[in-house]
């Protein structure tokens, strides 16, 4: 009972508001809360009950062996420590590019502001699509390196106008005259006044950023040869893919090697493919809740106030 | 080294040429380069070269540290760098790869289609092999001049050969075979398979009135489909199909040379009303269309399920593999004598190419010539000598298979450790001798199975593999992919009721309208062309 419910009593109208209110909210949460539960149940059920739709929400016919084959598979371990290492460093570039650019975008006094805003603003509408974005990666020397994944996204535009929009609306010009007037110049202004202030737009940006690295999976596609280099979801795309294909693939002109090739693909893979879901999101999903707050947040400003 | 360096630089000049004068430059650049590369025997090359080779890769297995590769790379002198992409998305990569100018020396398993082949052929970007084959591949010449519909078939419209096929004369079937359970055939008594529409029918009512699976429940399922990647009814129609005399995939050609367009034929139609009454009487599962692969097999392995395809039925049924489950043998309708059958072409054009900025097109040559020869094709197909195999015989060519190494379980895993062709359209020709002594009980019953149901009743490719010439492939790239959507949706609707059969006519007039006849004209003209080569 809060405080407002004690003071005045609530109207039947308003009851049958919150009422349907709640049941919403169930509702959503059911949504929301069912598929992860069932990744979560099919990871540790046997594929055949899985698959015959015998296993909806609890585990049935409890094994393990996903999980074994997925801690026995080198791709995946090495898919996790590439995936980790593409976050960190891709995350760090993006900060280091996306906040200086947005903190100079939002003060009113940088010459040629609107200039560099409609020169930024209009690669968001239009692109060079996908061939020529591989031929510029390609004479960059870029294929087949770390750098593909990392570079070519070092700023995300949509990413840098929220920064931007926060900076202009929360940091009062004010507070960044007081500080010019005492002798602080423009990057002891950014890095000791505005930086401090603006800890959760880093935030959001981390997590935004972060989640797109850890979930990117086309540039590696695109640019990598070397499977040592995958990313996780490289691998788990492949283990995924692969069992699809096997109907198709077992056609015309196929030889029986290639049948049981697939045939034997196939069944690793309906093992497989819960254990590695399961134990390539937990990360994020565990990362997910400390940031949640600052996302609400970051999300609000760019949103409402810009 | 520096000659070596200045071979290098001559041939690359040359390659270059390749681009813009094709036929002439071959000429000049064969001077430079026959000092390097042996015209037989190993090794290929005298002088160390190394070669990038860009190939699907299924996943699991590491190209650097195949034996086969490190036997093929000892006794050639020629070192591979991999440039592969996984088979998933081999496609979009090979693409992308041929629209930014910077080429792997050789496709390797590429599927590169007839319309690839043509572009990027005259483009420049992959070489004519015809004159390398003449002089640097006497396995891969042998075979053309034994079998000329070989050459009829890889031959692109210009006189060019632009990629070499897999050539597979002893896999026959167009697509997986329906197989019967065999405990339900028990179970009901059955001796004779059913051979006219009507026993069929009669056959899968049973099975769904009669509780063969004896489990008190009626939840047998007479027939079953996936619709995994679009697929939908493939396999099961490709059969059926044949009972009302016309073939399976859109463009076939009759007794009389004369083209047709599947989706407009009688036969067609009288097929979507048999399975129209399938699914009425609930005979054919009713998520055909919209489960997946594993959701099929869940169901099969269940016992729930009296027909269905796959490449063994044991794959399905899970298990050893068993000769209790009878293949389908073509049911014929009233409509025909006998069901026409589809065999397999035994050609899979776009399996190996060069690209113009190979730096050693004739050691490349040589190099892919040896897939072709029964040691190349036995070492890519079986790995080394001594690991899963052994000779009892060598004069006869007869082996016997050794213990899986490392106390494995799984000979295909450990072959895919040994061996790139695994899972992918590997350049190469499969002989008879290759697997002599080496074929357990199962696979000659699948042979017999085979021969007699469906190659003695007269199966046959139902179009010949062929080239079309680039403006024919353009017309046809924007027919297909309308046509086949709309047949697609069409079929499923005729089949699950959504529209009336006496909508057949409208259906007819809009597909003669999207240009289903202009389909047939072009490929009559293609075939017309290939016939009289």
Partial sequence: MNVADSAIKSSRGDRLFMLGVYVFLCIALIVVLYPLLYILSASISSPKLVNAGEMWLLPKGITWDGYTLVFQNSKIWSGYLNTIIYTVLGTALNLAVTLPAAYALSRSDFVGRTLFVIIILVTMFFNGGLVPTYLVVKDLHLINTMGALILPVAVSVWNLIVARTFFQTTIPRELQEAAQIDGCTNLKLFVRVVLPLSFPIIAVMALFYGVGHWNSYLPSLLYLNDDAKYPLQMVLRQILVLQEMTAETTGAAISGDIAKAMNSKAETASLLKYAVIVVSTLPIIAVYPFLQRYFVQGVMIGSVKG | MGSYAKTGKLLLAASVGIGLLAGCASNEKKGAASATVNKEGFPIVSEPLTLTLMAPDT???????????????????????????????????????????????????????????????????????????????????????????????????????????????????????????????????????????????????????????????????????????????????????????????????????????????????????????????????????????????????????????????????????????????????????????????????????????????????????????????????????????????????????????????????????????????????????????????????????????????????????????????????????????????????????????????????????????????????????????
């Fill in chain 2, 59 to 533: 996943g699991e297995q590491d190209w650097k540290k195949m034996k086969v590769l490190d036997v093929m790379a000892e006794q050639s002198n020629i070192k591979l760098e991999f440039r592969n992409a996984p088979k998933d998305s081999f496609d979009t990569k090979k693409n992308l790869v041929f629209a930014s100018g910077e080429y792997p020396d050789m496709f390797y398993a590429a599927g590169l289609t007839t319309a690839e082949q043509i572009n990027y052929g005259q483009q420049g970007i992959l070489i004519p092999l015809e004159k390398l084959i003449e002089e640097y591949a006497p396995n891969f010449k042998k075979i053309l001049e034994e079998n000329p519909e070989v050459r009829k078939s890889i031959t692109a419209p210009d006189g060019h050969i632009y990629a070499l096929p897999v050539i597979d004369m002893s896999q026959h079937w167009y697509r997986n075979p329906i197989w019967y359970n065999g405990d339900f055939l028990k179970a009901l008594n059955i001796t004779k398979l059913p051979t006219t529409t009507e026993e069929l029918y009669t056959y899968l009512k049973r099975v769904k009135t009669e509780d063969p699976n004896g489990n008190g429940k009626a939840d047998e399922i007479p027939l079953t489909a996936s619709n995994a990647r679009d697929v939908n009814l493939r396999d099961v129609r490709t059969w059926l199909l044949g009972s009302f005399g016309v073939y399976e995939d859109a463009i076939y050609v009759d007794d009389n040379k004369t083209v047709h367009y599947t989706p407009l034929e009688e036969g067609f139609k009288q097929y979507l009303t048999f399975m129209n009454r399938l699914w009425n009487e609930d005979l054919l599962d009713h998520e055909s269309f919209s489960q997946t692969d594993e959701q099929k097999k869940a169901k099969i392995q269940n016992n729930q399920v009296a027909m269905f395809s796959n490449w063994n039925a044991y794959m399905s049924l899970g298990g050893e593999p068993s000769t209790d489950d009878p293949m389908y043998a073509p049911v014929k309708s009233d409509m025909v004598d006998k069901p026409v059958i589809a065999e397999n072409a035994g050609i899979t054009p776009g399996a190996f190419a060069i690209s113009s900025t190979n730096p050693s097109p004739e050691a490349s040559m040589r190099w892919a010539d040896y897939l072709y020869s029964y040691e190349g094709s036995l070492l890519f197909s079986k790995g080394p000598e001594g690991i899963l195999w052994k000779y009892t015989d060598e004069a006869t060519r007869t082996k016997e298979y050794l213990p899986i190494p490392d106390g494995g379980t799984d000979r295909e895993k450990y072959r895919s450790t040994l061996t790139p062709n695994y899972g992918i359209p590997a350049p190469t020709i499969n002989f008879d001798d290759i697997d002599k002594g080496l074929k357990g009980d199962f696979d000659m019953w699948v042979m017999k199975e085979t021969q007699t149901k469906l190659l003695d009743q007269g199966a046959r490719p139902p179009f010949p593999t062929l080239f079309l010439t680039s403006e024919e492939q353009t017309q046809i790239n924007s027919l297909t992919s309308d046509l086949n959507t709309y047949v697609n949706q069409m079929e499923a609707k005729f089949i699950t009721g959504a529209e009336p059969l006496s909508n057949w006519d409208k259906y007819t007039a809009t597909l003669k309208k999207m240009g289903a006849e202009k389909m047939a004209k072009i490929y009559q003209g293609a075939y017309d062309r290939w016939a009289s080569n």
